[in-house]
């Protein structure tokens, strides 16, 4: 069985839909868990439509809000009774051959950690959009699915950016949350890409290249708002200096990390010259050669797209 848990907050116009895809799957052998955060839109009213499914084998309403996502998803760890977890998140819908192919996957390759779908990114009004997304999607294969070592996938899709982008896009082994440290509760924007990343250690992890997976990009979502107010960016830094050392990554993958990082901190610059310098002067106290890093960063970006 599958346990999907959907944790909510104030998603009241996106949730119909997306519980809606969810009882739609082809592959129907699932329990639902709804956790709801205490929100303070119509969500309770949709969330009492489905309480008399016969999938739904519980609905938590929290007395007040967590303020975590992260404290939510390990809520619904220890409600989860299936062999294998989704975290469908509540403002994105699925494919209805969702669940079915990524489970397909999962049976056939019992050492892979996590299968994940490709997304189409979508606004408030279900239209594709095109954004930073497209860097991290890839063309179809032939047997429309890509085999990664764990570890080299760290190093090929988590190193730099987070190419497990959506939570949504998911299933993977209940069993393999037992790799997983507390290290990605203590984030509020990038937990999930430390969480992708330990559980992909040592294991295996496989790609479906079809667009299965509805990802939604909205003013009030997670994702945009950390951009807002740049804890992302400060999350990122500490994320990716975790990541090369878990990996025990040689001298060329350290630099490419630290150049990018250079990188990424001069991109804000001139939108605000305050927070850049404050970012800055921390990370070059630590790591003074991050100049010259940028500077291969760069060289090696230039090589791959060559």
């Given at each position: 069985?599958v346990?999907?848990?959907?944790?909510?907050?104030?998603?009241?116009?996106?949730?119909?839909?997306?519980?809606?895809?969810?009882?739609?799957?082809?592959?129907?052998?699932?329990?639902?868990?709804?956790?709801?955060?205490?929100?303070?839109?119509?969500?309770?009213?949709?969330?009492?439509?489905?309480?008399?499914?016969?999938h739904?084998?519980?609905?938590?309403?929290?007395?007040?809000?967590?303020?975590?996502?992260?404290?939510?998803?390990?809520?619904?760890?220890?409600?989860?009774?299936?062999?294998?977890?989704?975290?469908?998140?509540?403002?994105?819908?699925?494919?209805?051959?969702?669940?079915?192919?990524?489970?397909?996957?999962?049976?056939?390759?019992?050492d892979?950690?996590?299968?994940?779908?490709?997304?189409?990114?979508?606004?408030e009004?279900?239209?594709?959009?095109?954004?930073w997304?497209?860097?991290?999607?890839?063309?179809p294969?032939?047997?429309?699915?890509?085999?990664?070592?764990?570890?080299?996938f760290?190093?090929?899709?988590?190193?730099?950016?987070n190419?497990?982008?959506?939570?949504?896009?998911?299933?993977?082994?209940?069993?393999?949350?037992?790799?997983?440290?507390?290290?990605?509760?203590?984030?509020?924007?990038?937990?999930?890409?430390?969480f992708?990343?330990?559980?992909?250690?040592?294991?295996?992890?496989?790609?479906?290249t079809?667009?299965?997976?509805?990802?939604?990009?909205?003013?009030?979502n997670?994702?945009?708002?950390?951009?807002?107010?740049?804890?992302?960016?400060?999350?990122?830094?500490?994320?990716?200096?975790?990541?090369?050392?878990?990996?025990n990554?040689?001298?060329?993958?350290?630099?490419?990390?630290?150049?990018?990082?250079?990188?990424?901190?001069?991109?804000?610059?001139?939108?605000?010259?305050?927070?850049?310098?404050?970012?800055?002067?921390?990370?070059m106290?630590?790591?003074?050669?991050?100049?010259?890093?940028?500077?291969?960063?760069k060289?090696?970006?230039?090589?791959?797209?060559?």
């Open positions: 069985m346990s999907i848990i959907i944790p909510n907050y104030n998603h009241s116009i996106f949730l119909k839909q997306r519980i809606d895809s969810i009882i739609a799957q082809t592959y129907q052998n699932f329990e639902l868990i709804i956790l709801d955060d205490k929100s303070t839109d119509d969500s309770l009213d949709i969330i009492n439509q489905y309480k008399d499914d016969p739904v084998s519980c609905i938590v309403i929290n007395n007040q809000n967590s303020g975590n996502t992260f404290s939510q998803w390990e809520k619904g760890f220890s409600l989860a009774r299936g062999e294998y977890i989704w975290i469908a998140e509540s403002d994105d819908y699925a494919d209805p051959n969702f669940l079915e192919s990524c489970v397909r996957e999962l049976d056939c390759n019992p892979c950690a996590f299968c994940y779908s490709d997304s189409y990114f979508i606004d009004n279900n239209n594709e959009v095109n954004l997304i497209e860097q991290l999607r890839d063309l294969v032939d047997n429309n699915k890509i085999l990664f070592d764990g570890n080299e760290i190093k090929e899709r988590l190193i730099i950016k190419g497990v982008y959506n939570a949504s896009m998911v299933v993977f082994r209940k069993d393999c949350i037992n790799n997983i440290s507390d290290l990605f509760k203590t984030f509020k924007y990038c937990g999930d890409w430390v992708w990343a330990e559980m992909a250690r040592n294991k295996k992890v496989i790609k479906i079809s667009y299965l997976n509805y990802f939604r990009h909205h003013k009030n997670t994702s945009k708002q950390s951009a807002n107010n740049y804890n992302d960016m400060r999350e990122t830094i500490r994320v990716i200096l975790y990541l090369k050392n878990i990996i990554a040689d001298f060329k993958l350290n630099l490419y990390a630290i150049g990018y990082i250079y990188k990424y901190i001069r991109s804000i610059r001139h939108e605000d010259p305050l927070i850049y310098n404050e970012i800055k002067s921390n990370f106290h630590d790591y003074p050669y991050a100049y010259l890093a940028s500077k291969y960063y060289y090696r970006l230039k090589k791959q797209k060559s």
